[in-house]
């Protein structure tokens, strides 16, 4: 029988600002999923990553499936309520929709799941990241799975070199799915420019060309574009199996060594760079900066062992300082060029009033007239 790994999150209320959920709303949350057991999932995790609540659920009912979804749901409900009730900040901010239909795709949480045949020892990695996008994984899944710097099992390890599908998705596009399939290493600049653009095309799934399996899920959704306006980083979730036929899970975790900026900090509207952080660590330094955390678990038969805290480990200690560094030389930039993130990305219409009303008052040196309205920004 397959088992299927889902990870559903939302942000649902937070303690002081956008940093992290109280324990009442976690406990609430927890009971919710609990409630349901061994009626819809086999096992669960449950976690938080700055303000953000993520249910991984394994169960038998494969993806997209509507009790566990609704579980998750629901879990999140009753958690909004708890934080109405505490007065948490942005309670049920990612809940958009009044009511549940189907799946939780596009109504506002976040979701990656995949349903795999277990291998007879199967090692999965559960990445959650806060204050950036789902555009945040496209350079470390590029460079684990494309690039021989990163990942050496890409020619020590003959299954590994028949490369990897991509599934990538134009998330820009709203009336539905828009997605493209390209394979590496054939395609690999193809690939990366597509990839260059985080807040356009994201990495959906990715496949082993040796197996046909499945080894890395991404939650691909935009709050903007479900809402039409902005309402909040994605704050994405993702899950990617390792080892055998896939990359190590050393491999997977490398690239987050960069601290790569990303959209995302300061009120969803600048670049900084991504954090590797503990599991439960909350958000900080100027709302930021962004954040991910990895779980990294053994499924088998659909028990999930403890998870292992990858980004505790003493190693990333120095990266912590690196990326805190690079934040810090990143904001005396303050509100000019590469430092916040370019217009159609803003969370606040602020400045396109401010260009509105300036365009009112340009004019072309040496001609009478005003330009016409509308000319600089539509
Ligand atoms: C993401 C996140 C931010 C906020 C944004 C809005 O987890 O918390 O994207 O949604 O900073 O902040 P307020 O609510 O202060 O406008
Ligand atoms: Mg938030
Ligand atoms: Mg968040």
Redesign the pocket.
Known sequence: MKTTLTVIKA?VG?IG??IMPSKRLLTRVTEVVDSAGKAVFQDRYISFT???IAILMTHTLGTGHERVHKLAWDAFVAGTEVAKEEGL??AG?DLLKDSFSGNVHGLGPACAEMEIEERPNEPFLFFAA???DPGAYNLPLFLTFADIMTTPGLILSPKLSQGFRWVVMDVNYTDGDRIIELVTPEEIYDLAALLRDNERFVVESIWSRSSGEQCAAVATSRLHNIAGK??????PVALVRTQMDFPATGEVLAPYSIGHHVA??????HNMPLMPVALNTS?SYF?GPPLVSCAAFCVHKGKLTEPVDTFAHPFWDEVRSQVSRKAIDMRRQGFNGAAMLPMGEL??TGVMDKLRKLEARFRLRGAEELLPAGILYE
């Open positions: 942000d937070s600002g956008h700055g303000d953000d900040y942005g901010q806060d204050k950036t902005y309402t909040g980083k994605d704050d995302g900090g300061m009120r969803g509207s958000t709302d969370e606040y």
